[in-house]
């Protein structure tokens, strides 16, 4: 049976060379693992929630909201919480993404502090930024399919930052949100339910298919210990069965720990806000927004003018060009960095002082504009804030840089001697 399926198909030759590529193990590069067995929680969780869900805003009534009249799609939540195992399954689904989003942030992290984004990998990085870019996205269109009170308001700082968009905010708006987003507009939930459960997540499996087929093609960069276990060589396992089986372990891991999450920390509670009102709750955005809430929040209302029948305000300069300004940044780093020979091996952070303390820098802004989103809680005055955003990350790149050259520098002078004895014992063999 196996010898007439390999006449066919080239069982044998497909085995050889697919199955038996080898992969470096190292625990840093699971991090991409966990991104995608996130990704495939999501798809699963979200096939249990599609069943059970009505995308519309229809008044309905029943036992569940003791006969109160709700929008349909808040008491869809309400049964599904109803049913055995179903709040925790939701919960899953809102846990799921908070992780494939962390963990898509670290690995990109892990790929710029070891300079993994270099020759030839350079377009594998730029799909790794959309790929994180557009995982944030999709996260945000979920926001109000609850419905409720505190989910609609949430949706609305994503909505007013779309809306501000100079001369195409209209538009982002009708494809966004089919209009207006407000407690009355029918279309709207309908048409963030079709981008969030297809469009949007048919989008992430093209690019999260063509992120791995670079990879495979293009092959891991491995640690430094390998150039001197097998110069030019993939150190490593092959991926059947040794790969696999690492996999299959750190998935089962990954599910059970969420799971556990889940369960303990029940995801958005929709009865506790109810259903939209006129009253607006006080409301903060998740953590992967919550530094550009931050610096909403700091901007004067005054930083406003009009150009060509445009208005350039607030929302303009935090929500989008902020933003924008670091995603061009992030997808320019490989060719700002370039290097003309081929990268086959992670580098030393400590080896990079520049481009290690920018990270801790970028780590630092990113800190300190979320700090930003407290400030009324803290009662911190903008002045202070301004600082702890702007002076704060560049002082930290600035000292990171100091330190990083003060502690390491004697070891590059000792391995550069070192290499320098070697080469000159080779010279007079």
Not at 16 to 36: D, Q, Y
Request: aromatic residues 14%; without cysteine; hydrophobic residues 50%.
């Amino acid at each position: 049976m196996y010898q007439w399926l390999d006449d066919r198909l080239g069982i044998g030759k497909l085995y050889a060379k697919a199955f038996r590529k080898a992969f470096p193990v190292h625990h840093s590069f699971f991090l991409g693992e966990i991104t995608l067995f996130s990704f495939i929680t999501l798809v699963l969780t979200g096939i249990f929630l599609t069943l059970n869900y009505e995308p519309s805003i229809r008044p309905v009534s029943g036992p569940l909201s003791n006969g109160q009249e709700v929008p349909a799609a808040y008491y869809s939540v309400l049964y599904i919480d109803s049913l055995p195992f179903g709040a925790v399954i939701r919960s899953l689904h809102h846990w799921a993404a908070h992780i494939m989003i962390a963990a898509a942030f670290l690995h990109m992290l892990r790929i710029h502090l070891t300079g993994a984004y270099k020759n030839p990998r350079e377009l594998n990085w730029i799909v790794g930024v959309f790929l994180l870019v557009l995982a944030i996205v999709t996260a945000f269109t979920g926001y109000a399919l609850p419905f409720d009170n505190y989910a609609l308001t949430a949706t609305k700082i994503g909505y007013e930052i779309g809306a501000a968009a100079p001369w195409v905010g209209k538009l982002l708006s009708e494809i966004l949100f089919a209009g207006e987003l407000s407690p009355t507009n029918t279309q709207t939930i309908p048409r963030l339910y079709s981008i969030h459960v297809l469009w949007l997540p048919l989008t992430l499996i093209a690019l999260i298919g063509l992120h791995l087929t670079i990879m495979i093609k293009q092959k891991h960069t491995q640690p430094r210990y390998a150039e001197k276990v097998a110069p030019g060589k993939i150190v490593g396992v092959p991926l059947f069965p040794q790969q696999m089986a690492m996999m299959g372990v750190l998935f089962l891991i990954y599910l059970g720990a969420t799971t556990f999450i889940a369960g303990a920390f029940l995801a958005h509670p929709v009865q506790a806000f109810g259903p939209p009102t006129a009253n607006t709750p006080p409301v903060k955005p998740d953590w992967y927004f919550l530094w550009i809430y931050g610096i909403l929040q700091i901007i004067p209302a005054s930083w406003r003018f009009e150009f060509l029948g445009a208005t350039f305000g607030p929302q303009f300069w935090g929500g989008i060009l902020v933003p924008t300004l670091i995603i061009l940044g992030a997808l320019a780093i490989p060719f700002l960095d370039y290097s003309k020979e081929k990268q086959r091996y992670l580098e030393l952070p400590s080896r990079h002082p520049f481009r290690t303390s920018f990270v801790i820098g970028m780590l630092m802004f990113y800190l300190m504009s979320t700090l930003a989103g407290y400030k009324v809680d803290l009662k911190l005055s903008n002045e202070v804030l301004w600082v702890l955003v702007l002076v704060v990350p560049v002082v930290t790149g600035i000292v990171s840089y100091v330190l990083i050259k003060a502690i390491y520098s004697r070891d590059w002078n000792r391995e550069a001697r070192v290499e320098l004895g070697r080469k000159g014992s080779a010279a007079d063999d």
